[in-house]
C-alpha cells in the first residue's frame, strides 16, 4: 500500500467580496453589541478579533461592509482591518454554510484515514473542498491539526469534535447536518449552526456549556506516568 504524506495544496483565497456597507438599522444593532465587546478591553483595538467575528456571524463571511465597520469603530484603516482578518483561517472569505465540515489531513489523521474521509465526503457531496452544497447546508473543506491527535481521525463542525471517524460514520454526520437532525459532537460544547458559533466566538452567548471534560484518550499518558511513578521535574530559577 503506497501512503502519499504531506499537506494538500491550499484552497485559493480569494477576495473579500460584499455588500459595501450595511443599512443603517444593522449598523445600529452590531454597534449596540460591538460595545459590549470593547467595553472589555483597555484599548478598543484590542476586541478586533472578536469583531471580526460579529460581524462574520452577520454575513456568514467576511465583507467590505464588515471590515469597513471594524475599521470605522476601531479608527483603523481597512487595510490594517484586512490584514488582520485574512492572516487566520478562522475567518472566512466567502459565504459558509450552515455547518463548516473540517476534515484533518495533518499527518497522523493522514495516516488513520483523514484523505479517504475527505475524498468520500467531496465525492458524496458532489463538492470540491472549499465549496458549499447547493443548499447552502454544509461548507467542505481540509484542515490542519486541531490538537485531536488522540482521537484521530478527526472531522470537526463548526470547530466541534467528532472523534474516531470513518468515511461511513463521515458520511452519515453530514447526511445528518443536511436533513435537520445533526449527531452530537463527541465531546465538548453543543453543536450549533456556523453563524452562532461566530457570535460565541465574538463573546456574545453564555460560554458555560457542557462538555469539555477530557477523555480516557487524552489522559493515557497521564495515567501511566502514574503509575510508574513519573513527574515532571521541578521548574528551575528563571535567569
Not at 483603523?76 to 489531513?105: I, K, N
Not at 459532537?185 to 465574538?202: I, K, S, V
Amino acid at each position: 500500500m503506497f501512503l502519499e504524506l504531506g499537506q494538500r495544496p491550499d484552497e485559493a483565497g480569494p477576495p473579500i467580496n460584499g455588500p459595501a456597507a450595511y443599512p443603517e438599522h444593522v449598523t445600529a444593532r452590531l454597534t449596540a453589541e460591538a460595545e459590549q465587546i470593547t467595553a472589555r478591553y483597555p484599548d478598543a483595538r484590542s476586541a478586533l478579533l472578536p469583531l471580526l467575528h460579529l460581524v462574520q456571524a452577520e454575513d456568514g463571511c467576511l465583507t467590505p461592509a464588515g471590515i469597513g465597520f471594524c475599521a470605522a469603530l476601531l479608527d483603523l484603516t481597512d487595510a490594517e482591518v484586512t490584514a488582520v482578518a485574512t492572516f487566520y483561517s478562522m475567518y472566512r472569505r466567502t459565504p459558509t454554510g450552515d455547518y463548516l465540515v473540517g476534515v484533518c489531513t495533518n499527518t497522523l489523521c493522514a495516516i488513520m484515514g483523514g484523505d479517504a474521509i475527505l475524498d468520500a465526503l467531496q465525492e458524496h457531496l458532489d463538492i470540491h473542498a472549499g465549496e458549499t452544497t447547493a443548499d447552502g447546508r454544509v461548507t467542505l473543506e481540509h484542515i490542519e491539526c486541531n490538537a485531536a491527535c488522540d482521537y484521530a481521525p478527526v472531522v470537526m463542525v463548526n470547530w466541534e469534535f467528532y472523534d474516531n471517524q470513518t468515511p461511513s460514520s463521515a458520511r452519515d454526520l453530514v447526511d445528518g447536518l443536511r436533513g435537520g437532525t445533526p449527531p452530537a459532537p463527541t465531546r465538548g460544547a453543543p453543536l450549533c449552526t456556523f453563524r452562532e458559533t461566530a457570535r460565541t466566538l465574538a463573546g456574545l452567548t453564555d460560554p458555560h456549556t457542557p462538555g469539555g471534560v477530557p477523555g480516557a484518550a487524552t489522559l493515557a499518558g497521564l495515567h501511566e506516568a502514574r503509575k510508574r511513578g513519573m513527574s515532571a521535574p521541578e521548574a528551575g530559577p528563571v535567569s
